[in-house]
């Protein structure tokens, strides 16, 4: 299990009394005065409880699949670490609310391996309906439901509408009367238009105009001046009363729910809309048990490289939310109160995702804000994957209030060309510093390294050679779910959000397989070419079905370092080679080390109130460290008062990573706009 961080929100610049949450529109103002939120200062190291229910003892079928998928996870990434889970409230209802959906089936695991808490998540019924998905879901106590989207069929024949008549639809060879009903959807290039009525099997009507592209479509007309007509698809009502009953009657039993608001999973920088889901849930559980005390608990779920084998992860919990009395009355009355209620209390679980995860509006912006953090970083000064997190966020919401100044937008343009200057050289951030060692001091290091990355690489490949099939299966069945994910969505950028569960699934089945089929040729082998007895031929074939995980699991550590060594080998060959070619880029990263430490000692205060100096994670006396180590380094000077090798190993592999997905063949990402992705 991971160890859990219960240190205080902690980064880049002190929060006032609220920083932990981005500004309030206002509607989240108004919100904001009707629901109250317990904070870390005043939590103490345990976790509060509702005395009204007892405590949970999880049933056997639930912790031996989180028992097993837990292992699955400790094997797949390569760190996980979680925050804040000392605010969990230990006994009563509580509702999960996760974003981003960035990891398809392996977010509620992260959720349950965590949360100390039974969860049980909210999962599509199409999902379900596969066998082995089903099998695990329903272990874990999953609550089936029926997507609308999963339901939709393409419409038989084609429909148009008159100039005068926008709402009301008309069908040629169509079975409206089959295929539609009230409060069922119509969807047209992009526009769902709800159906008011259903006339005949070649008329309906639909409560708003269709949008300019779809009514674009539907009034288009012929070379005869008669209607064209477009094709268009039918999504059905679905009636989600049996759904939430179940969550009422779980949550009215103290149990846990999980839900992802956003809905699907998805591979964006930022979270899609939230649906009113978990506020009618909440709102409604505690409209029909008057007693009832029901907590929404943010759950901010962060990858590094989401897709990737041995990659990284944290999982950050927010303050709890107890839901004023005043919503539950207001969402009582029914009609607009009850609309306002449930839009009042969205605003509130969105300000609260919104303060445990990183956003950005463009994966450019979050390039420019991950690369502002490292170069903000001194070398001497080593970061936990949680305060690299912190300060990350810390970064974001400063570059989102402060956007607009002059000065920000200068810094801004040149850690861009800092970052584009990087990907010329082929080294990455950490790396600059290897650049500035002398020629003969960076000739040793180097052939040292070439020898070490050669035996570890030497005493990886047997354990390597034997577990390329699961690698290349894996991979394929992964490139392949991505593709299906990819072709059945409209918010997807590259469906990679399905393939580290694919991945991880196909694992659970080749690896078993593998590994016995390894033994049974061991057995074949004995029982062909030796005289063993039957007794021997036994012992042996169940010593390789123990030996074979173990030699991958050498084989896969010894590759990590191998790899991680590896990536020193570039920046060392400059230096070695040319070291004076470099010198650009170790003057750029110099000035802009100066130029971030000076916009914070002029914005901190300004953002963060008077004691934003006492609270900072990177003290001034470090910052300023820092900006000799690099104006030493910009001019090739020996820096004699810090060892580089005594940096974290980690954070070599930490510094650089990207949040979320990247096409490493191109350096983009399919789709969005503007692409030229820590735990």
Known sequence: MAATSTLPPDGLLAPPQDASRPARSSSAESAASAVSTATADDADDSNPTDSAFPEEKPPLPYRATIGLFSFCLDIFFREVRSRGTYKIPKTGPVIFVCAPHANQFIDPVMLMKNAGRQVGFLAAKKSMDKFWIGLFARNMGSIPVVRPQDLTKPGIGTIYVLPDKPTTILGRNTC???????????????????????????????????????????????ADGQPAGTSFKVTPHVNQGDMFDTVIARLKEGGCIGIF???????????????????????????????????????????????????????????????????????????????????????????????????????????????????????????????????????????????????????????????????????????????????????????????????????????????????????????????????????????????????????????????????????????????????????????????????????????????????????????????????????????????????????????????????RVIRPEEADFGEVVASKLAKQKPVDDFNWEEVDPSEANLADDIFLFKNDATGAVKGSPGWTKDS
Request: glycine letters at 6%; hydrophobic letters at 45%; one cysteine or more.
């Open 176 to 222: 409206f009367t089959k295929q539609a009903e009230p409060r069922s959807t119509v969807i047209v290039s992009g526009s769902s238009l709800e159906v008011v009525s259903v006339v005949s099997d070649t008329e309906l009507t639909v409560k708003a105009a269709p949008g300019d592209t779809a009514l674009a479509k539907l009034s288009a007309v012929d």
């Open 261 to 615: 608001p956003e809905g699907g999973s998805h591979d964006r920088s930022d979270l899609l809309p939230l649906k009113p889901g978990v506020a009618l849930m909440a709102l409604g559980a505690m409209a029909q048990h008057a007693d009832l005390n029901v907590k929404i608990v943010p759950c901010g779920l962060n990858y590094f490289h989401a897709d990737k084998f041995r990659s990284r992860a944290v999982i950050e919990f927010g303050d709890p939310m107890e839901i004023a009395p005043e919503l539950v009355e207001g969402y009582k009355k029914g009609g607009a109160d009850k609309r306002a209620a449930v839009a009042k209390l969205l605003d509130l679980v969105l300000l609260g995702i919104k303060s445990v995860i990183v956003r950005a509006p463009d994966y450019d912006s979050l390039m420019v804000i991950q690369a502002t953090r490292r170069l903000y970083k001194p070398p001497q000064r080593k970061l936990s994957i949680e305060k690299t997190l912190v300060l990350t966020k810390r970064f974001a919401e400063a570059f989102e209030q402060l956007k607009d100044e002059p000065s920000i937008q200068d810094l801004i343009q040149r850690v861009k060309q800092y970052n584009k200057l990087l990907a010329y050289y082929g080294i990455r951030d950490h790396q600059v510093k290897k650049t500035s060692y002398g020629r003969l001091h960076a000739l040793r290091i180097l052939l040292a390294r070439l020898v070490r990355v050669i035996v570890l690489f030497g005493l990886a490949f047997p354990g390597a050679l034997l577990h390329t099939p699961i690698v290349i299966i894996c991979q394929r069945v992964g490139r392949m779910k991505a593709k299906e994910a990819l072709a059945g969505s409209s918010v997807k950028i590259a469906g990679k959000d399905v393939v580290a569960t694919w991945k991880m699934l196909a694992a659970l089945v080749v690896a078993p397989t593998m590994y016995i089929s390894y033994s049974l040729m061991v057995y074949v082998y004995l029982l062909l070419f030796t005289h063993y007895s039957s007794r021997a031929r036994g012992l042996f074939t169940l010593l390789s079905l123990v030996v074979g995980p173990l030699v991958g699991y050498s084989a896969m550590r010894g590759s990590e370092e191998g790899i991680d060594v590896l990536k020193s080998i570039r920046p060392l060959f400059l230096a070695a080679w040319n070291p004076s070619s470099v010198a650009p880029l170790r003057a750029m990263r110099a000035d802009l080390q100066a130029r971030i430490n000076a916009a914070i000692i002029k914005f901190g205060p300004v953002l963060y109130g008077d004691d934003f100096v006492a609270s």
